[in-house]
């Protein structure tokens, strides 16, 4: 109704005015679009901003509210990584483990006497509960997740072998221990994170599992309830609401391994229980260093996972052929079962490659001649396991790449896609220095240092000159235009180094926010009391300068229609439920950019239009905003970083155009698993082998 009156007051304004200072009938209906698309959006703007309020504060949720919310969102976020795993498909790898070397951990009555007797442990449950000693520990697939409360002190190592399936072993804890009927209503939630992204020199474990957890599921950012000033996660953290699944020490660098655990021991909290795994050798350095301290994780048990038995490979492979002719295809190599191919086919990663090498599935084409599991026979080709286990790695981008993607217009052809995938990985292993999180705001620093300070010094002198022309114009109505745009241009030198210094690295994107919708919703560097302030100092040109206050009025009410078309950003709360992706936060960042973009481009063009119509030349004043406006959100916003590496990428070769795209496919395929904002390699093997060598057809 308010948006009604406000369209009727500026529809008679424009009227009125118009003949009130005898304008024409094109400036009249360019006066009245300006005021529709002014005030009757403003109000619009401002509506939304109150509705998101009143919804924020109506959603509020307990601390067992956020947790069962949580839950949700962890569940369903690792049920669809394990369906694009194929974990259950035909079921899960029988995957065995025993009682870890008693080197590696504490012993079994210090475990029991902390659980029972430390200062601020819970009350210890019933007799019976626990395990007699780490014999009671040995087990096997779906065993882990009631394992955990056999152990006094619900600590658990997880080690094994290269490939021997900790990950996913992790992933199926998560989704065991969200069983429906296992987790209690506002109960503890699990949370699977890679230990790579975590500097325990810089940061405490609890910041660190913060951090990761805000950028997974953006919700927890917001404040918890009870007015304390934390986040949800902090809150949840404190609360022992989150137990902490950290995958993956052994791929941290040697240096940092121990002092990760001994951080871990000094920060973790009385009777917060914990999963860890590690290769079994790299976690033997880490405690027992050559020449160093020996440190151990404070409490816990450990387990050792075991290599699979050959007659649960033999039938894994063949039931999920698809049917007897697939099943038989594997009977020659199965009966023969030579030692180097027994020897890679028992680690789980490799049997899961090789059924996606040689078992077809719907609407992939029939195999190439000589793709058979026949070729492992061939003790030329494959002397040794590590010869096996090379081919498979080599033969599984190919095999991957078989299916067409429905979802795509055209296919991936395997050759392009082994190239960009091998780049990806030379990224991240080299210019990332072993990074495991392929995050598409850092593919800037694949550009070389030169050619990206160039392009941010081209940005710093746009917005040098649209400051120069903002200052100069003024003293130029009193001195001059060519001596104050001169005096301007040097000022504006001065402060922008200042106000605008160099930028080394990469930009975050923007985290917490989503997208206003068609209506455009304020964010809070321009919050609604100074839009509205705004839009009534911009009818005073209108009202002093007539007919030339029209060319104000017009530019200002395009650069507001544009704003409140492309739409603000609320800092509303985030659907709890659902988890953050790669596409999710870069469509959130291209939308900053061209929000920042046209905010700064219209304040900046309104002030220059201003200035420059009195000094005779409004189009300066476009230009500068122009300028200011692409200028900040380069330098502020890592969408445009991203632009122009991408672009010059897939110029070179290196990438493809549509590369999110291809990330998701690649995704579907199994090649990358999803974590959060960013994706991985499926295996760090995997990216090691990619990165190792340079695909035919590479310009």
Do not use: C
């Amino acid at each position: 109704m308010v948006a009604l009156v406000l369209l009727a007051v500026s529809v008679v304004a424009a009227v009125v005015l118009s003949r009130h200072y005898h304008l024409s009938n094109g400036a009249a209906l360019v006066g009245l679009v300006g005021g529709v698309t002014g005030l009757t959006g403003l109000w619009l703007t401002w509506a939304a901003y109150k509705a998101d309020r009143e919804e924020a504060a109506a959603g509020e949720l307990d601390l067992a509210g956020v947790a069962d919310q949580l839950a949700i969102a962890v569940r369903r976020l690792w049920e669809d990584e394990a369906a694009l795993r194929r974990l259950n498909d035909p079921y899960p790898l029988p995957v065995r483990w025993d009682p870890a070397d008693s080197s590696l951990v504490d012993d079994w009555a210090s475990l029991v006497r902390l659980a029972t007797s430390g200062a601020g442990w819970p009350t210890p449950p019933p007799p019976g509960t626990w395990a007699t000693g780490p014999g009671g520990l040995a087990g096997s697939d779906a065993e882990l997740a009631g394992l955990l409360d056999r152990v006094p002190t619900g600590r658990l190592v997880v080690l094994g072998e290269p490939g021997s399936g900790k990950t996913m072993l992790m992933v199926r804890l998560v989704l065991d221990l969200l069983a429906p009927g296992r987790r209690a209503p506002g109960g503890p939630i699990p949370a699977l994170v890679a230990l790579a992204s975590w500097n325990p020199y810089q940061q405490g474990l609890y910041d660190w599992l913060e951090r990761r957890l805000v950028a997974v599921h953006r919700g927890l950012a917001v404040s918890a309830p009870g007015g304390t000033g934390a986040s949800r996660a902090r809150a949840l953290l404190d609360a022992g609401l989150i137990l902490a699944i950290l995958d993956g020490l052994d791929e941290m660098p040697d240096p940092v391994r121990g002092a990760a655990i001994a951080r871990i021991n000094d920060d973790l909290r009385p009777g917060q229980r914990l999963v860890l795994s590690s290769r079994t050798a790299d976690y033997q350095q880490a405690i027992s260093p050559t020449g160093g301290p020996e440190v151990r994780l404070t409490g816990a048990a450990g387990i050792e996972l075991l290599p699979l038995e050959a007659t649960a490979v033999a039938g894994y492979l063949r039931g999920s052929a698809g049917g007897p002719a697939g099943a038989a295809r594997w009977d020659p190599l199965l009966t023969a079962w030579p030692p180097p191919v027994a020897q890679a086919l028992v680690a789980p990663l490799m049997a899961s490659l090789a059924r996606t090498i040689y078992n077809l599935r719907p609407g992939e084409p029939p195999l190439a001649a000589g793709r058979s599991p026949v070729e492992l026979l061939d003790p030329t080709r494959f002397p040794t396991s590590t010869a096996v286990g090379e081919h498979l790695f080599d033969a599984f981008i190919p095999a991957a790449y078989r299916r067409s993607d429905p979802a795509q217009h055209r296919r991936w052809k395997p050759a392009d896609a082994e190239r960009w995938l091998s780049y990806l990985a030379r990224h991240l292993d080299h210019t990332l220095g072993g990074a495991l999180d392929l995050s598409w705001w850092q593919l800037s620093l694949s550009l070389s240092a030169f050619r990206l300070q160039q392009t941010r010094e081209l940005l710093r002198a746009s917005i040098i000159f649209g400051l120069g022309l903002g200052v100069g114009l003024p003293v130029g109505l009193a001195y001059g235009s060519n001596a104050g745009l001169a005096w301007g241009l040097t000022s504006g030198l001065g402060s922008a180094s200042i106000i605008v210094p160099p930028r080394r690295g990469y930009l975050e994107p923007r985290q917490g926010v989503r997208s206003g919708g068609l209506i455009g919703r304020l964010t809070n560097s321009l919050m609604p009391e100074i839009a509205i302030l705004l839009v009534a100092i911009l009818m005073i040109p209108l009202l002093l300068f007539g007919g030339r206050g029209i060319w104000i009025y017009v530019v200002v009410g395009v650069q507001l229609f544009s704003w409140l078309l492309v739409g603000g950003f609320s800092t509303s709360p985030a659907d709890l439920t659902q988890a953050v992706n790669p596409t999710l936060v870069l469509r959130q960042d291209r939308e900053a950019f061209i929000s920042l973009t046209l905010r700064v481009q219209f304040l900046a063009g309104f002030m220059g239009v201003l200035i420059g119509n009195l000094a005779g030349g409004p189009v300066i004043g476009l230009v500068a905003g122009l300028m200011m406006g692409v200028g900040s959100g380069m330098l502020n916003i890592p969408w445009g970083d991203f632009m122009l590496a991408r672009t010059w990428l897939t110029i070179r070769g290196r990438l493809p155009w549509r590369l999110m795209a291809f990330l998701g496919d690649a995704h579907r395929r199994g090649v990358l698993r999803q974590v959060g904002a960013a994706y991985q390699f499926r295996h760090i093997e995997l990216q090691h082998r990619l990165a190792g060598r340079q695909p035919p057809g590479t310009p």
